[in-house]
């Protein structure tokens, strides 16, 4: 079971604690009565070579300057590997400049977002101009992590665009603003956050409902306790509402770290905030 001292980063993974899955317990008739789904995911085909693009360790030897020679020349996987590895790199001018240009100009997305998620690590006065650039990319996931890095490198600086992202047209954008938010406003955040309980996404409402443990107003608590009631409601996001409502509001505050402060990326396209699915 879930440890009652454990940090409240966000709602439960279920593949962490499969005692919280949907479904968990029990006595199904079928397969078709089991609940399997989550929005966003996509079901394609890579090969084993664009499997182990984040493999960075294949070129742990090489110098900066043939990192930099792989993301100006190689194909896509070469230049995946290349921008992750620059951002373990030492914050130089002609790495950041590589940086801007692929999160900027590079035709692979897995390449755009990779370079502002190094760029909000490497930080520096161009960072945050090139972050914001990079959060008006048609691809929504790229997007994404334009938000996590916003957060990252300035959030208070940022604020604006942040909040302005709390309207994107894709899930994974508006969830990354609404943590963003939680973070700067804390409880000042109510309002956000209970238009966020009636999105249209599953992805966002849960997340709404788990910052909402973090704000002691009773609108907070009238909110959760219809969502955790709702049975129209998937089950992770009533329960994610049921133990908000056990949470002590100025305990999960202190406690929440906030998901935009993640490690690093594990595979193609993901971090521990944009995984998909996840979360």
């Given at each position: 079971?879930?440890?009652?001292?454990?940090?409240?980063?966000?709602?439960?993974?279920?593949?962490?604690?499969?005692?919280?899955?949907?479904?968990?317990?029990?006595?199904?008739?079928?397969?078709?009565?089991?609940?399997?789904?989550?929005?966003?995911?996509?079901?394609?085909?890579?090969?084993?070579?664009?499997?182990?693009?984040?493999?960075?360790?294949?070129?742990?030897?090489?110098t900066a300057r043939e990192k930099l020679e792989r993301l100006a020349t190689g194909d896509a996987v070469e230049r995946?590997?290349?921008?992750?590895?620059?951002?373990?790199?030492?914050?130089?001018?002609?790495?950041?400049?590589?940086?801007?240009?692929?999160?900027?100009?590079?035709?692979?997305?897995?390449?755009?977002?990779?370079?502002?998620?190094?760029?909000?690590?490497?930080?520096?006065?161009?960072?945050?101009?090139?972050?914001?650039?990079?959060?008006?990319?048609?691809?929504?996931?790229?997007?994404?992590?334009?938000?996590?890095?916003?957060?990252?490198?300035?959030?208070?600086?940022?604020?604006?665009?942040?909040?302005?992202?709390?309207d994107d047209d894709h899930h994974a954008v508006r969830r990354n603003a609404l943590v963003s938010v939680f973070k700067?406003?804390?409880?000042?955040?109510?309002?956000?956050?209970?238009?966020?309980?009636?999105?249209?996404?599953?992805?966002?409402?849960?997340?709404?409902?788990?910052?909402?443990?973090?704000?002691?107003?009773?609108?907070?608590?009238?909110?959760?306790?219809?969502?955790?009631?709702?049975?129209?409601?998937?089950?992770?996001?009533?329960?994610?509402?049921?133990?908000?409502?056990?949470?002590?509001?100025?305990?999960?505050?202190?406690?929440?770290?906030?998901?935009?402060?993640?490690?690093?990326?594990?595979?193609?396209?993901?971090?521990?905030?944009?995984?998909?699915?996840?979360?």
């Amino acid at each position: 079971m879930r440890d009652a001292e454990e940090a409240t980063d966000g709602p439960t993974d279920p593949r962490v604690h499969p005692e919280q899955s949907p479904g968990f317990g029990v006595d199904h008739a079928g397969l078709e009565d089991i609940e399997v789904s989550r929005e966003g995911v996509e079901i394609g085909e890579a090969s084993p070579r664009e499997l182990a693009a984040t493999d960075v360790s294949r070129i742990a030897s090489d110098t900066a300057r043939e990192k930099l020679e792989r993301l100006a020349t190689g194909d896509a996987v070469e230049r995946q590997r290349a921008t992750l590895a620059l951002a373990e790199e030492e914050r130089d001018p002609a790495i950041v400049e590589a940086l801007v240009t692929a999160g900027l100009e590079d035709d692979d997305d897995d390449v755009r977002q990779f370079a502002v998620e190094a760029l909000a690590k490497l930080g520096g006065e161009r960072a945050g101009p090139a972050a914001l650039g990079i959060a008006e990319d048609d691809e929504p996931w790229v997007r994404a992590e334009a938000v996590v890095a916003l957060d990252r490198i300035d959030r208070e600086a940022h604020a604006d665009r942040i909040e302005r992202a709390l309207d994107d047209d894709h899930h994974a954008v508006r969830r990354n603003a609404l943590v963003s938010v939680f973070k700067r406003r804390g409880e000042d955040a109510l309002e956000p956050l209970l238009e966020a309980v009636d999105d249209e996404s599953e992805r966002v409402r849960e997340w709404a409902v788990h910052l909402l443990a973090g704000v002691d107003d009773d609108r907070a608590r009238e909110a959760l306790y219809e969502t955790a009631s709702d049975e129209t409601e998937p089950q992770v996001v009533r329960s994610t509402a049921a133990r908000a409502l056990e949470a002590d509001p100025g305990r999960f505050r202190r406690q929440f770290s906030g998901a935009l402060d993640r490690g690093d990326t594990t595979l193609p396209g993901e971090d521990q905030l944009n995984r998909q699915p996840d979360l």
